[in-house]
């Protein structure tokens, strides 16, 4: 099992949906979680990062966690076509030693 | 401004020649992070480093060496022993020590071609 799995799409939504991207984590401890955005041929930037469970929103997007389930989520409200990019979800994890792992990304093409 | 800067964008070498890439930070953070990205795959970590002095092997540090003699540099050296060195290179930053909740930081990136 991949320490932090994301489906790698291609998710299409049209423009003006809500974008769903999901992933899963496999180290219980992990406290902080990060979704970064990356377009093609450019590096990550970071979009959110959320540390409790429940929600976080700021702007279009929401942030959800569950750490039981160790799932957290990324919903982006009325897409636009400039949210079509690579969505990475990281883990500061701390079993085998602190360090950050990184998804392998779901690509969102919103469709105008 | 305060920032990761990498150089050069692009870069080309012929293989068997060792390369070096440059990653600069100025936003006074502790940790440091090289990451190798393949055309649709995640980030696989090269090497980091905590304090100046110091850097740790990450998951493929096989053909690659890093130093950190001062806290705002970390070059990272693509050796000839890299079996398949063409990738987008990723240097991060992060501000704290090992169990803070902070984020990571991207420099632009290099993009390496080797033939």
């Known amino acids: 099992q991949k320490e932090v799995e994301q489906n790698s799409g291609p998710l299409s939504v049209p423009e003006g949906a809500i974008a769903s991207l999901n992933c899963t984590y496999s180290?219980?401890?992990?406290?902080?979680f990060f979704w970064y955005r990356q377009y093609s041929g450019k590096s990550p930037e970071l979009i959110m990062f959320?540390?409790?469970?429940g929600d976080k929103e700021d702007g279009r997007f929401t942030a959800q966690l569950n750490k039981a389930s160790q799932y957290v989520s990324l919903l982006i409200r009325d897409s636009q076509p400039s949210d079509s990019a690579t969505y990475l979800c990281?883990?500061?994890?701390?079993?085998?030693?602190?360090?950050?792992?990184f998804g392998a990304g779901t690509r969102l093409f919103v469709k105008a | 401004d305060g920032g990761i800067t990498q150089s050069p964008k692009y870069l080309f070498r012929k293989e068997g020649q060792n390369v070096t890439l440059s990653c600069e930070q100025n936003?006074?953070?502790?940790?440091m992070y090289w990451y190798r990205q393949d055309p649709g795959q995640g980030l696989r970590l090269i090497y980091y480093?905590?304090?100046?002095?110091?850097?740790q092997k990450g998951d493929i540090a096989e053909g690659y060496s890093v130093s950190r003699e001062k806290k705002e540099s970390f070059p990272l050296t693509v050796t000839s022993a890299q079996k398949n060195p063409t990738a987008f290179y990723l240097c991060?930053?992060?501000?704290?020590?090992?169990?803070?909740?902070?984020?990571?930081?991207f420099g632009p990136g290099t993009r390496l071609t080797v033939t």
């Open positions: 991060a930053s992060r501000k704290g020590l090992a169990g803070d909740n902070y984020e990571q930081y």
């Open positions: 180290d219980r401890g992990s406290q902080s």
């Open positions: 959320i540390y409790s469970n």
């Open positions: 990281a883990v500061n994890t701390v079993t085998g030693g602190f360090k950050t792992i």
């Open positions: 936003l006074n953070h502790d940790a």
């Open positions: 480093s905590q304090i100046v002095n110091d850097f």
